[in-house]
């Protein structure tokens, strides 16, 4: 054993631990991220089988389940034939087709986490978890709370173990039940003190503290992330992970001392086993090594489908007259089928992907709002701040949810009063879910009379350090980035329309991952407004033309949202049109209005309470009032079966039937023939395309561990995080209610440009460059110079031949939405007509 690899560093392991801890942000910047961030550095499947080792993680789907897919033809033969000549030779291919189709193994899993700390149960017959857990989650929920408690923590403003300490010194009782533990409350002792305490060999140490934290990883991993980003939470707590371990520490050295006084001997006198290394290189395993065959697979049969597809569909050349209408969307995959029935209802239509805050960072403050909202990328720090006028409506409210109601006397009243009111109201909500002042709607983030200092005319205006608004510069700069990231610099419509996303929901608390992920889990009817102003304004519009972009008088653009749960569309300052425009403005909106029904009946046949075969109407209505129900666990599949990103030109992919399951982010090669602005775009995609994806993907494959299990029995804490019951863990990862329909690959993305330039785009950034080499994303090159497949692997492109596979022609997509509820298969469109 290398003693010196163990040696106990309380920094370097606190560091570490806050490392591997879950990183998932409070409910209302929930914002879908790598489950597995901290192996990223290492190759996918070496590190899900590390992942697994350490903590019994399940990173794979079963054995059983490969097999069936096998036998169902959802894994394709000849690719599997293919790839395991690939890594094993087609000498051996038959034996290992044996192996993987055959052979029994030892699937149980054995983690090195919990090992050590086991021993409490084993050697004192006590139950440290049980002891301490129940108090410790309380005391948590309580300190962080951010609304939900009757009263307040008493005491919060010193930090979490300073309020404990006033806590015990004034109140009449403690949360420490032993002399010991509140005398070591008092002085201060550190995590290594303590540790000398309970476990007494610091070899030890690291082992004992990713056991014990990793006993409740969602409270402990909230923890670390508060203490590194704390204004998260609108009403700012104090705390640090060491003040964590400290205090539970201090728990069960209290719950040892009630059972057994002072007397009992630290832990590692117990244990009958060396420490171990636990982050030591994994060993081959034949197991593992089946399960990423498989994976590979099972990836590939799907992703050869797409590529034959994207290979031999016929592509229409650029669009040379004048569109009638452009538009801009989110490249969210719930966006692919909304911008297809556009297209199918308005053929001389252009639409756009790309990320929805429109390239514009900011907080933004409503009209009475004490807090600033980000509305751009979580990573990003905005220097500037959109504010709100003030209107003379009021929103609604009610009464319920009076600021009073927590209170002795007027909590009574209203109990007594509007609580029977409110019965009745969840009663009818059976029959007639509704909109209520308390439903979580995107329409509500921005009213359609709002007026935003969206343009900065004095340089000194600031408020808490926040420019207010963005000069002429600042938004002819960000207005150009995205115009020539999306490869639209010639050739505008009369009618642009810049139109976001958001979502409504009642029954579900994961609703921030329901809107934009690009605008920190809000919607993105703000970002939409600002580049919409930017674009129109005539400043920016003459230092365009001086930099080459000339947008036509005639051109508007139309802010606009679209709610993903009810298809419903918002359009924004349409009293700004000109005379012509608002004509036609009149009659897109019917088009709109027919895509939304259409692209409402095709979500349906997700849906088990939804017959399909009802009128379009009847279907749509129902799928508006699911958003508003109470007992609809489901209201929207979100990002469930998405499996790709498609980056180039609409002409790449408009003609292939994708099943709402690609993300889409236009982009022009020509425009950007070095790979500068493909670098930007890759830089988001890998993170956001690539984080929603495998959050997904994990939450499937472990929904008890990476997952957030069912939905039903969860239990709102603190208005931070969902438990199962009131004093359990805080769940990381998705609801199955958001993965049942989700199939686990990792994402495909393709992107439209030659090998070199799309090399030089991921290698700028060596934080971008990790998800590509590691392949926790694969990546697939199509060379318009050649039309050739190029697929990246080992650190280089190499040509891909896709496999021939059957491949259908259709006229309308609906139909063939509505043949079955599973995933469909990749079809070409024809739209010759």
Known sequence: MKTDVLKFVEDDILHKLAHYLPAQN?????????????????????????????????????????????????IDKN???????????????????????????????????????????????????????????????????????????????????????????????????????????????????????????????????????????????????????PTSLLDQRKITLRELIVFELLLEIDALDKKFGENWAPLATKVDFDAENLFAKATYSEYFDVLALWQEAYEWSFYNQVLYGLKNSPKKSDVTKTPKFQGFFCMDDRECSFRRHIEFLEPKAETFGTAAFFNFEFYYQPVNGKFFTKLCPAPVTPKYLIKELPRKKKKANDLHYHKQSHSLFFGWIISQTLGFTAALKLFLNIFKPSMSPATTSSFKHLNKKSKLIIENEDANETIDGLQVGFTIEEMTNRVEGLLKSIGLVTNFAPIVYVVGHGATSVNNTHFAGYDCGACC????????????????????????????????????????????????????DEELLNEINAGHHHHYKTIFAKALDRNAQERSRRFDTINSNDSISTIHDKIRNRSVSLFEPRPELNHATNAMCIVGRRIVSEQLFLDRRSFLNSFDYRVDPVGDYLAGILGAVAPVGGGINLEYYFSRVDNHKLGAGSKLPHNV?????????????????????????????????????????????????????????????????????????????????????????????????????????????????????
Request: charged fraction near 20%; charge should be negative.
């Open 79 to 229: 690719i599997l034939l293919s790839i395991l000549s690939k890594r094993k030779g087609e000498t051996h291919a038959t034996l290992w087709l044996d192996k993987l189709t055959q052979q029994v193994y030892d699937e149980s899993n054995h983690p090195k986490i919990g090992k050590l700390r086991a021993n409490w149960k084993l050697k004192y017959a006590i139950n440290l978890e049980k002891s301490t857990h129940g108090l410790l989650f309380r005391i948590l929920c309580s300190y962080l709370d951010q609304g939900i408690s009757m009263w307040p923590f008493p005491v919060h403003q010193k930090g979490f173990l300073a309020s404990l300490k006033e806590l015990d010194k004034n109140g009449i009782t403690s949360f420490l039940e032993t002399p010991r533990a509140k005398k070591f409350l008092h002085e201060d002792k550190s995590v290594s003190e303590l540790l000398h305490i309970l476990v007494g060999n610091d070899l030890y140490f690291e082992n004992y503290l990713f056991d014990q934290q990793f006993s409740h990883p969602g409270w402990s991993g909230m923890v670390a992330t508060l203490e590194h980003n």
């Open 26 to 74: 409070p409910l209302k910047d929930f914002v879908h991220h790598n489950t597995l961030h901290a192996f990223q550095d290492k190759p996918f499947f070496e590190a899900l089988q590390e992942a697994s080792e350490l903590f019994g993680y399940k990173t794979f789907l079963s054995l059983y389940d490969f097999r069936k897919l096998y036998t169902e033809g959802s």
């Open 717 to 833: 804490m603190g208005l931070i995080g969902v438990a199962n019951g009131i004093d359990g863990d805080l769940r990381p990862g998705l609801p199955s209610q958001m993965i049942e329909v989700h199939d686990p690959v990792r994402l495909l993305i393709i992107v439209e440009h030659t090998p070199e330039a799309v090399n030089y785009a991921i290698t700028k950034n060596p934080a971008t460059y990790e998800w590509f080499c590691n392949q926790w994303v694969n990546l697939v090159v199509l060379n318009p110079n050649d039309g050739e497949l190029y697929r990246f692997e080992n650190e280089k492109f190499e040509l891909y031949h896709p496999i021939e596979v059957p491949i259908k022609t259709l006229s309308d997509t609906l139909p063939y939405t509505q043949t079955s509820s599973e995933n469909l298969a990749i079809c070409l469109i024809d739209k010759t007509n």
């Open 521 to 572: 889990g809000r919607p993105s009817s703000v970002n939409a407004k600002v580049l919409s102003f930017a674009a129109n304004h005539q400043g920016v519009r003459q230092l365009l033309k001086e930099r080459g972009i000339t947008i036509p008088e005639t051109t508007q653009f139309v802010p606009a949202l679209h709610d993903t749960t009810r298809d419903e569309i918002a359009f924004y």
